[in-house]
């Protein structure tokens, strides 16, 4: 399958550390890449590969694959990081891509 | 500024075509790919097309739910990416942003890409 499935919601409180998941067969060989998306606005990158964070990004998010699940963890939770969660990886082709559905942080 | 720009949406009656553009700035726009993505509202985001550059012999890619009816091109010496869409119907209502990706080898030699820049978003509505 080429699809990701991730959790439509998730809700955290201030300061405390979430995980938000992200499932698909593609995950058991690919590292996906995670995105935020605040309302109004376009996706900004957050992890990509293995657990890389590019410039710019809180050293709170970090990125994590076991077998079929990749993971986005937030620790420390802060007020600005709610938003919309995106996982993207290839598709089974290798020449595709597929997002997950994107996950809804709601901040406690 | 490194930036990408899209431009061309609007209001379209379904079996109707619109040309999107996005204008690129800041980097080598001929040395990299362009892929195209859109969100339908409250939705998530939906990878919709991609087209390489010319060292990659300009290959392009659909999401099975556009082949034949969208088509992907550039222009390198305009440093612009185009996304022609025709028979539009409604489930093609969406903003529509460009992103552009960086290409790398994972740790086993695949190669994976991610986007590390977007534009704004344009938004395009099939409506009668």
């Known amino acids: 399958s080429s699809e990701l499935t991730q959790d439509p919601a998730v809700s955290v409180a201030l300061g405390q550390t979430v995980r938000i998941t992200c499932q698909g067969d593609s995950l058991r060989r690919d590292y996906p890449s995670w995105y935020q998306q605040k309302p109004g606005q376009a996706p900004i990158l957050v992890i990509y590969?293995?657990?890389n964070r590019p410039s710019g990004v809180p050293d709170r998010f970090s990125g994590s694959n076991s077998g079929y699940t990749a993971s986005l963890t937030i620790t420390g939770v802060q007020a600005e990081d709610e938003a919309d969660y995106h996982c993207?990886?290839?598709?089974?082709?290798?020449?595709?891509?597929?997002f997950g559905g994107g996950t809804k942080l709601t901040v406690l | 500024e490194v930036q990408l720009v899209e431009s061309g949406g609007g209001l379209v009656q379904p079996g109707g075509s619109l040309k999107l553009s996005c204008a690129t700035s800041?980097?080598?726009?001929?040395?990299?790919?362009i892929h195209w993505v859109r969100q339908a509202s409250g939705n998530g985001l939906e990878w919709v097309a991609h087209?390489?550059?010319?060292?990659?012999?300009?290959?392009?890619a659909y999401t099975a739910s556009v082949k034949g009816r969208f088509s992907v091109s550039r222009d390198d010496s305009k440093n612009m990416a185009y996304l022609e869409m025709n028979s539009l119907n409604t489930e093609d209502t969406a903003v529509y942003y460009c992103?552009?990706?960086?290409?790398?080898?994972?740790?086993?030699?695949?190669?994976?890409?991610?986007?590390?820049?977007w534009g704004r978003g344009i938004l395009v509505s099939v409506s009668s």
């Open positions: 992103a552009r990706p960086t290409y790398y080898f994972d740790d086993i030699g695949r190669l994976d890409w991610y986007f590390d820049l």
């Open positions: 993207h990886s290839r598709d089974s082709s290798g020449n595709q891509g597929v």
């Open positions: 590969g293995k657990n």
């Open positions: 087209i390489r550059s010319k060292t990659n012999n300009y290959a392009t």
């Open positions: 800041g980097f080598t726009f001929s040395g990299s790919a």
